[in-house]
């Protein structure tokens, strides 16, 4: 389809492994967010990547977070030595750049045991 | 700090209703300003954005107050497919980071 796909959907992993999820844009789409969202809680600002700038990782919780995008279209975020208050539904957004409208995947859920 | 609140409801209203969320943001120096709308268990939705002078879109009218840092939504003659979650979003300048409120949630009853 030509939405925003994102892999898995669901992914149950033990305590202290690294899981990678992964973001599919929709093409042409210069700007790429992370967002996650804890059952009944609002979207955390994660990170951003816009074309070839420097991506905003002001919202990375620690470093055992971090991203990447490769050749400006998909992006893996990455999770080192998951704890379980990483479990929540990891949400990635593309859009046109700017404050254009955000287009959001379906979100990989994250449980983590 | 960049927060951004909203009354988490449930806001309970029958078919025909008119019902007005409230959002109020913390900088005043916020940029753009827009409505969301997440249906449960699904992905966020841009519902409109919001613009200085006020605008709508058939029964959704949503307003500005930088004065009063605080963003409005309308809701006219309710349906029951409104039944969401409605989040207020905001970018607070100097990057393109967006920060959505929780979110307030609106069940219209038959």
């Known amino acids: 389809g030509a939405g925003v796909s994102q892999s898995p959907s669901n992914k149950v992993t033990e305590k202290g492994k690294d899981v990678e999820l992964r973001c599919d844009p929709i093409s042409g789409h210069t700007a790429l967010y992370w967002y996650r969202q804890s059952l009944g809680q609002g979207l955390e600002f994660l990170i951003y990547f816009q074309g070839n700038s420097a991506p905003d990782k002001s919202g990375l919780p620690s470093d055992r977070f971090s991203a990447e995008r490769t050749g400006g279209s998909v992006s893996t975020l990455t999770i080192q030595r998951t704890q379980q208050e990483d479990s929540a539904v990891y949400l990635c957004?593309?859009?046109?750049?700017?404050?254009?409208?955000?287009?959001f995947g379906e979100g990989s859920r994250l449980t983590v045991l | 700090r960049k927060e951004v609140e909203q009354d988490p409801g449930p806001f309970n209203v029958p078919e025909g209703a008119t019902v007005a969320f409230n959002c109020t943001y913390s900088?005043?120096?916020?940029?753009?300003f827009f409505w969301y709308r997440q249906d449960c268990r699904k992905e966020p939705k841009l519902l409109m954005s919001?613009?200085?002078s006020g605008n709508e879109d058939g029964r959704f009218t949503a307003q500005l107050n930088r004065a009063s840092q605080y963003i409005s939504l309308l809701i006219r003659d309710s349906k029951l497919s409104d039944s969401a979650t409605y989040l207020c979003v905001v970018n607070f300048g100097g990057s393109y980071q967006l920060t959505f409120g929780k979110g307030t949630k609106l069940s219209v009853i038959p």
């Open positions: 919001v613009y200085s």
């Open positions: 957004a593309s859009s046109l750049g700017g404050m254009r409208e955000l287009f």
């Open positions: 900088n005043s120096a916020s940029q753009s």
